[in-house]
């Protein structure tokens, strides 16, 4: 089987999640600066076999946009075009960047770890990524 890329997109950095290629489980794989992601995601894709990308969309409570949806909607316009073979899926991520804190806290990470933006970014592009996988074993 291939791997499932989960994908936390800010417009400065973009949190990176991967599976097993057996697609069970998520784990962070890594944050990359927004300009240099689709460099990152083709050598990515040339190494590794890729099924498809989950990429969380930002909403309000109310199901309503949010400010940053608009430029996920654009990213994940780009991905379709530059990824043809592999399927795009949207994933709620609300609330992903709190969970992702919250679970390194309880994973005993330092405070300096947890400071590091990139790292939050990572968790929740895992969190997010896990989310879909367990939606889609039903």
Same mark, same amino acid.
Request: aromatic fraction near 8%; proline fraction near 4%; charge should be positive.
């Given at each position: 089987?291939?791997r ?8 400065? /950095? ?7 290629p ?9 944050t990359v ?7 990152f ?27 940053a949806? &608009? ?6 316009k780009?991905? &379709? &075009? ?29 405070? &300096?770890? /947890? ?5 939050v ?14 939606k889609?074993?039903?």
């Amino acid at each position: 089987m291939s791997r499932v890329i989960g994908i936390d997109f800010g417009t400065k /950095r973009v949190g990176l999640a991967t599976t097993d290629p057996l697609q069970i489980i998520a784990s962070p794989l890594e944050t990359v600066r927004t300009h240099l992601i689709f460099q990152f995601l083709q050598e990515y894709c040339q190494a590794e076999e890729v099924e498809a990308f989950v990429v969380g969309m930002p909403k309000n409570l109310d199901n309503s946009n949010t400010d940053a949806t &608009k430029p996920v909607q654009g990213f994940v316009k780009k991905l &379709k &075009k530059t990824f043809p073979a592999q399927s795009v899926h949207l994933q709620d991520e609300r609330f992903t960047s709190k969970q992702a804190l919250d679970a390194m806290i309880e994973g005993g990470t330092s405070r &300096k770890y /947890r400071r590091e933006k990139g790292n939050v970014d990572k968790v929740s592009a895992t969190i997010i990524l896990q989310s879909y996988l367990e939606k889609k074993q039903f």
